[in-house]
């Protein structure tokens, strides 16, 4: 069974601190992946692609590492209004069956 | 800003009972997409439709499910006979790349409790 694992936290970080999440996958044949973000009983909203090369999107810092299947998600600077639900989410293979992990919970405080 | 749109936002039905979950993707957008999300658990993907038919499925979209796009603008949800177990938040999703890119913009969902 492919899956996408991450630590469910949550991870309670004063604001202006950084915070990095991990998720891994165990299907190596995965090609996309994205973070998403999901507040309480909302809908997921994309947050970032995460590509071979890394990418970065203002405090927001999203790398591949395909040798030990994780992909990262680095938060600088948090603000009250980065606590939320963050969610992988990973290509299944052939069948390209988006695979969500069950999503990490971040609360920043004041 | 575009945007997706699912109604109604909470559905209750008894067991047994035929429900229809109606979505309005976003205009331009070719790929559409049904996921359930079980309270505390984790978004799962039902099944995925491009040129009026199903691209994939997962193994929860059985014969209980199926999906219509009836005109240009509305894709839905059908659950023949509704289980205690189908009750969930159902997001509907769109994008406008391949199969191959989860870029996708959701809808607000629809609460299912079946009763």
């Known amino acids: 069974r492919k899956e996408v694992e991450q630590d469910p936290g949550p991870f309670n970080v004063p604001e202006g601190a950084t915070v990095a999440f991990n998720c891994t996958y165990s299907?190596?044949?995965?090609?996309?992946f994205f973070w998403y973000r999901q507040d309480c009983r909302k809908e997921p909203k994309l947050l970032m692609s995460?590509?071979?090369s890394g990418n970065e999107d203002g405090r927001f810092t999203a790398q591949l590492n395909r040798a030990s299947q994780y992909i990262s998600l680095l938060i600088r600077d948090s603000k009250l209004s980065d606590s939320a639900t963050y969610l992988c989410v990973g290509g299944s293979g052939g069948s390209y069956i988006p695979t969500f992990g069950r999503g990490t919970s971040l609360i920043v405080h004041p | 800003e575009p945007e997706v749109t699912q109604t109604p936002s909470h559905q209750v039905t008894q067991m047994g009972q035929e429900v229809i979950l109606r979505c309005v993707p976003i205009s331009n957008h070719l790929y559409f997409y049904w996921y359930r999300q079980i309270l505390g658990q984790k978004v799962e993907f039902l099944v995925s439709?491009?040129?009026?038919?199903?691209?994939?499925k997962s193994e929860i979209f059985d014969d209980q499910f199926s999906v219509e796009r009836p005109d240009g603008s509305n894709f839905t949800l059908k659950i023949r006979s509704t289980k205690l177990e189908d009750s969930a938040m159902y997001f509907c999703?769109?994008?406008?790349?391949?199969?191959?890119?989860?870029?996708?913009?959701f809808g607000p969902g629809t609460r299912l409790t079946v009763t």
């Open positions: 995460v590509y071979s």
């Open positions: 999703a769109s994008s406008n790349r391949d199969r191959s890119s989860y870029e996708q913009y």
């Open positions: 439709f491009y040129n009026n038919e199903i691209s994939e």
């Open positions: 299907n190596s044949a995965s090609q996309s």
